[in-house]
């Protein structure tokens, strides 16, 4: 079944723009590169957060869209745990003034930004298990049979 519910599309405009803008800016887009995630993660992230005309045209299917909260949930934890502890060491590197104070901005906004991007995977995950809920009435939803979903509120919130 293709979803191709409006505020769905509208949460992923939000977590894309948020992500370009204040996670994965030039400053920031570096240090990402400590993060442990499998490729196929990575890929998961990608797709949530670029503006795909794919997915418009086409819809998603419920388990894309659990695994690209599930991808996006891993990123936060891991960036919390292995980033925010460190990150104006990691970001410490010469260049420009204004170089320096938009990358000492940028990772002293880190920690809120990652809050605000797990606020709006979980407003997806919550949109989605609501769609997932009413088009299964007499199935169960797709939400229950992904064991790793039970997860998510302990990825999303802070470590």
Known sequence: MNIKD????????????????????RFIRKVLVVLDLPQSEWDRLENLTSKSEYYK?????FDELYEMVISAAHFIHQARTKLVP???????QGGTDADRVLRDLAARNF??????????INELYMRT????RDAHETKR?????????????RYLVNA
């Open 6 to 25: 409006p505020e769905i599309f509208k949460i992923i405009e939000r977590i894309g723009d948020h992500y370009q803008n204040n996670i994965s800016n």
């Open 141 to 153: 939803p797709i939400y229950e049979r992904i064991p790793e979903l039970k997860e998510i509120g």
């Open 129 to 132: 298990t609501t769609l997932d």
């Open 111 to 120: 920690p809120v930004n990652l809050g605000i991007l797990a606020d709006l």
């Open 86 to 92: 460190n990150m104006k060491s990691m970001m410490a």
């Open 57 to 61: 045209n086409q819809g998603f299917q």
